[in-house]
């Protein structure tokens, strides 16, 4: 009868608290204590053995004592809640100090310290669950602690040292004034107006196209709507940039029109008087303003469809009738009823084109010209001889109110709801179809669009095969050797495999802290949950330029001095593919009862072994999109990582980039559609895999 | 085994979430080896004691004992409960035998173990040799019968049952709680089990304890409960019953009460602490008799019959009194009456439950 080993599941033994201790004094040891010179992939013994936490003298013994001393309260049980308290307050004690230490003494942190803080930060989590914080259960703590630690030290802090390069100068002065100053000083004004005003047209055009690809996927009765299906994957996998670079190869001063045109024209043109310049001749009205505002659109509009068409195909069909047998015709009950009950999509797709709108970065600074925005003005008020880090940080500030306005206006409208995003596109049968002559109509419109998406995207791979693009189109293959023949030390290679490494850690980095946050999101109520709910908020509506700027101020010095490295690209991409981890894992584990858990405790198992065996089970299918996805956007980000990719840490797209700005457009767009393809394959790759065995579970598991 | 089943008691226990007090001061035993039913309306707070009872909800205030230890801060893991939910919370991904060992395997028994343990209890819940199925290859009832093999497989000391049978349609509950009952006798778990379905309660429990807006109402074995109703509320949830007010006068063992204009001897107890006035008379259809001529006039109530239904076997009536409209129900075979037809309406005196008028708020 009793199964009672000598602890009972759940209850921490004296081995847990014995291993975190001698793992804290194995790195306090063994790896360095401070950062290394070069980082951890480059550095001597010399530097390594110098490092090590015994060669300060101010630590030399006080840490491994402290910690050591610990080791007799993990064997022994304290009366009442004792060792709870103990540990709480011990380990506080001293990662605070250590804290302090580093911070006082302008130090930056290493390895071995990084290490040694988790051990403490476990030992932490022991003793609050100990004291009753998650009902006694120390991993949910320690998951706690973990994911409160991230978006803490990745989040707010970064988020805080914008604040405190505004309200302080460089001498560590209070100047509130200075932003002020700063946001009234010549220019300022334009660009934020710039900004909106982009952002706002964006986002209608992006909805109503997204409504017209919406209608017309689920209520044509035509052929082409099954290749809406595939266009939305489109821009996922192609850099934000390409689809302006392409713009450039078609509409740009010696793009394909303006040739075209003078070639049927004359050079120039029809009307223009002798000597003038033409109206096509060369002219850059792809720069600006217009060029912005129809790459983004193309980026934009299937993010729209989805939203719109996931609503539209949940919408009863009854309605509708009710309306067509009380004599409405098909257009008057599609502008009366139908579109008063997308209301709800319509203004989450508007706003979402806004934020994403004003957050682009790679399509302003290709297309841009004389059209400045805000993330690109932050970008050159860094990148540029300047280093105005003030003013940077003056605009990302701006940015980032006004993305977070947005997304709480998004979020009070639509509800919650919107979080969980519409996957899955499907139809009912008996809808009712489209006025015949607002049919044709769109079917010239989205042939369009699909001509004009085709000749862009030939165009971006045809650009890397011919000389000089505009000038010369001889067939060449120089484009591609000089990328990938070189030798794996140069051309596109070290950019390639370092895109492809930092992606594949970040991609399960990402997923799991994203599937932890929903998991606490959806499932934890306590004392502090406020922390992580606002933080998911800061997640989803920061943009990536803000992102940029934050972490370089961040992490340019110490206590955590990490620009530079791989690890702080790894944590940018991580952060920026976030918001996929958390409203997949969302939406999943809002499918999935909490009896299921509860069953799987009362059977004796603790939450590690519950999640294990239970939850992961059952979000397989999440976290393998999750982690695809977040891999594909790994890969293709450019906003955030732009500011922080250096000489040894060149990604893919800030490669690209750089080739771009030094005119190498063959080159550029040779490389950008070798990336694109990549994706390609492997979302294809990856939806036959996951198609194939969720079909295969499918007749088991649900 | 009866003798390792033990007591669940409960001592002023609350449960708050947030302003709604869903459990409010709740003293119950339930003695060791029974099975005790929580009757009551929706939203009354059932499923909620039974959560706080199970470790997966903390007690606001309050404690719990199991036996002699109290397991007030225990978490679920560690209170030694096997519960059956209303959605029977299978794992779909796990076969039959998976979901059944689950627990198993949590706790490190030795292969060989498992799999006769398993078989043990499959056989039990008549489940045995559907081993590899998953849980969406079985039909409801076969769900349910797992869904009680997996509480029961580590032999737990408490086993509760959340509304088990409300998926099930009625011919299979009827068979499923019997089921139910004759595993829990057999066991000798101390068992608490969660309707609102007052004829499953009846039929499956020692003790059944009806429970209103988070307290408990009336605790007490299903006869008792039935006959002697503490409460209107009690009453009107156990059986069918028609509530009239009466006045009762009198004293010694010679007692009468009064309503409508006829007067009826009771013969109750010296010791019935009932005081003289206005009281509650719980009528039950049963005791109810409609008869079409009259020997014995003021023991009767005059009467119309104002509704009838033909319900196959028995046929219902509602009859128009000075003392209220009274519903009863009579076999199809006897003397059948029509709508609007006069009757004199005969009560069994004996059968008549008296509720104090005063502690009742209904
Ligand atoms: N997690 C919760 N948060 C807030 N209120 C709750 C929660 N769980 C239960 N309640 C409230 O507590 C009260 C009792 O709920 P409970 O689920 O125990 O009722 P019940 O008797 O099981 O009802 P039913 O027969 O419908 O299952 C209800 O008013 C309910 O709204
Ligand atoms: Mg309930």
Redesign the interface.
């Given at each position: 009868?009793n199964?009672r080993?000598n602890t009972?599941?759940?209850?921490i033994g004296p081995w847990v608290l014995l291993s975190w201790i001698s793992i804290a004094l194995a790195a306090y040891c063994l790896l360095p204590w401070t950062a290394l010179e070069y980082g951890l992939t480059d550095f001597t013994k010399e530097e390594w053995l110098n490092a090590l936490g015994w060669k300060f003298s101010k630590i030399t013994l006080i840490l491994p004592l402290t910690l050591a001393a610990l080791v007799p309260f993990g064997l022994i049980k304290l009366p009442g809640r004792g060792t709870g308290w103990f540990f709480t307050i011990a380990s506080g004690t001293v990662i605070g100090a250590v804290l302090i230490g580093f911070v006082t003494t302008q130090t930056s942190m290493g390895l071995g310290c990084g290490v040694v803080m988790m051990c403490l930060a476990a030992l932490f989590a022991v003793g609050i669950s100990e004291l009753g914080f998650q009902?006694?259960?120390t991993f949910i703590a320690g998951a706690v602690i973990f994911v409160v630690f991230m978006v803490v030290a990745f989040i707010f802090f970064p988020v805080w040292e914008i604040f405190r390069n505004v309200l302080f100068t460089k001498n560590g002065e209070f100047a509130p004034l200075q932003f002020f100053q700063i946001i009234t000083s010549f220019g300022v004004g334009r660009v934020v107006w710039n900004t909106l005003m982009l952002a706002f047209t964006v986002g209608a055009a992006t909805t109503i196209c997204g409504i017209v690809f919406a209608l017309y996927s689920i209520r044509a009765t035509s052929r082409i709507r099954v290749l809406i299906r595939v266009f939305y994957i489109l821009p996922i996998i192609t850099p934000p940039f390409v689809v302006g670079m392409s713009l450039i190869l078609l509409f740009g001063r010696a793009g394909m029109i303006n040739d075209a045109l003078m070639f049927l024209l004359g050079p120039q043109g029809l009307f223009t008087p002798a000597g003038a310049q033409g109206i096509f001749e060369r002219s850059g009205y792809i720069y600006g303003f217009s060029g912005i505002f129809l790459a983004q659109v193309l980026s934009l509009t299937p993010v729209s469809y989805m939203v719109i068409s996931g609503m539209l195909s949940s919408i009863n069909p009854s309605m509708e009738e009710a309306s067509l047998t009380m004599r409405a015709n098909r257009g008057k009950t599609l502008w009366n009823v139908t579109l008063p009950l997308l209301r709800p999509a319509i203004a989450n797709s508007f706003l979402l084109g806004m934020i994403s709108s004003a957050a682009d970065f790679g399509n302003p600074l290709v297309l841009g010209g004389e059209y400045d925005v805000l993330s690109t003005e932050i970008y050159f008020s860094i990148a540029g001889a300047q280093l105005d880090f003030a003013k940077a940080s003056a605009l990302g500030l701006i940015l980032l109110f006004l993305s977070l306005t947005v997304f709480f206006i998004q979020r009070k409208w639509i509800g919650k709801k919107s979080y969980v995003t519409v996957t899955g596109v499907e139809t009912s049968g008996n809808v009712t179809p489209l006025p015949v002559g607002m049919q044709r109509c769109m079917t010239v419109f989205v042939t369009l669009w699909f001509v004009l998406v085709g000749v862009l995207y030939v165009s971006i791979f045809l650009g890397g095969f011919v000389k000089q693009w505009g000038a010369d189109y001889t067939l060449t293959l120089s484009h591609h050797l000089e990328l990938w023949s070189k030798g794996l030390g140069s051309g596109a290679w070290p950019s390639f495999r370092n895109s492809l490494t930092y992606a594949v850690v970040a991609a399960p980095l990402t997923t799991l802290v994203g599937v932890l946050i929903a998991y606490i999101l959806t499932r934890k109520q306590f004392w502090g949950r406020g922390i992580i709910d606002f933080g998911t908020v800061l997640i989803f509506a920061i943009p990536g330029t803000v992102v940029g700027v934050a972490y370089i101020l961040a992490f340019n010095t110490p206590p955590i001095e990490i620009t530079g490295t791989a690890i702080i690209l790894i944590i940018t991409m991580a952060i920026r593919a976030m918001p996929v981890g958390i409203r997949g894992g969302m939406s999943a584990l809002s499918q999935i009862?909490t009896?299921?858990e509860?069953?799987?405790?009362?059977?004796?198992?603790?939450s590690l072994?519950t999640i294990w065996?239970?939850l992961l089970?059952?979000l397989k299918s999440t976290i393998v999109s999750s982690m695809a996805y977040s891999f594909i956007r790994a890969m293709t980000t450019v906003s955030a990582v732009i500011f922080l990719a250096t000489a040894g840490t060149d990604v893919a797209t800030t490669y690209i980039l750089s080739r771009v700005e030094s005119g190498d457009t063959g080159v550029a767009v040779a490389y950008g559609s070798v990336l694109i393809f990549t994706m390609l394959i492997f979302t294809l790759l990856v939806q036959f895999i996951t198609g194939r065995s969720r079909t295969e579970?499918q007749v088991?598991?649900? | 085994m009866t003798d390792?089943s033990i007591k669940i008691v409960l001592k002023n226990v609350s449960k708050h979430f947030g302003k709604v007090r869903a459990l409010d001061g709740i003293d119950i035993e339930f003695a060791q080896g029974t099975l005790t039913t929580l009757l009551g309306p929706s939203g009354c707070g059932k499923t909620t004691l039974l959560r706080l009872v199970?470790g997966?909800e903390?007690v606001t205030t309050g404690e719990i004992w199991f036996g002699d230890e109290n397991v007030t801060g225990l978490?679920?893991?560690?209170r030694d409960?096997?519960?059956v939910?209303q959605?029977y919370?299978?794992?779909?991904?796990m076969t039959v035998a998976q979901n059944v060992g689950?627990?198993l395997r949590?706790?490190?028994t030795a292969p060989e173990e498992i799999e006769s343990r398993i078989r043990e209890v499959l056989q039990m819940v008549a489940m045995d040799g559907y081993q590899s199925r998953?849980p969406?290859e079985l039909s409801g009832g076969q769900q349910q019968r797992v869904a009680v093999a997996?509480?029961m497989v580590?032999?737990p000391k408490v086993l509760l049952f959340d509304e088990p049978l409300s998926n099930i349609d009625s011919k299979l509950r009827r068979s499923m709680r019997e089921d139910i009952r004759r595993l829990q006798q057999l066991s000798g778990i101390t068992s608490i089990y969660v309707t609102h379905d007052q004829a499953e309660a009846m039929a499956v429990s020692d003790e059944i304890i009806l429970m209103r807006n988070g307290t408990i109402e009336q605790q007490g074995p299903p006869q008792s409960l039935y006959h002697y109703p503490a409460t209107v509320f009690v009453a009107d949830f156990i059986g069918e019953s028609n509530i009239i007010t009466a006045e009762l006068i009198g004293s010694g063992g010679k007692r009468q009460i009064v309503f409508g204009d006829i007067k009826i001897s009771v013969s109750v107890d010296e010791q019935m602490p009932y005081a003289n006035g206005p009281v509650k008379l719980s009528l039950r259809p049963e005791i109810i008799e409609l008869l079409n001529s009259n020997p014995n006039a003021d023991q009767r109530l005059k009467g119309v019959i104002v509704q009838r239904a033909y319900m196959g076997p028995v046929i219902e009536y509602s009859v128009e009194t000075k003392a209220g409209t009274l519903f009863t129900r009579v076999p199809a075979h006897s003397h059948q009456f029509q709508v609007n037809e006069k009757v004199y309406v005969h009560i069994h005196p004996d059968e008549i439950i008296i509720i104090p008028e005063n502690d009742d708020n209904n």
């Open positions: 009868m199964q080993i009972a599941p759940g209850e009902r006694g259960d009862s009896n299921l509860e069953a799987s405790v009362l059977q004796r198992a603790g072994k065996s239970v089970p059952l579970k088991k598991t649900f | 390792s199970s997966l903390p978490s679920a893991t560690r409960v096997g519960m939910f959605s919370a299978l794992f779909p991904h689950y627990g949590v706790l490190k998953y969406d997996r509480a580590l032999r």
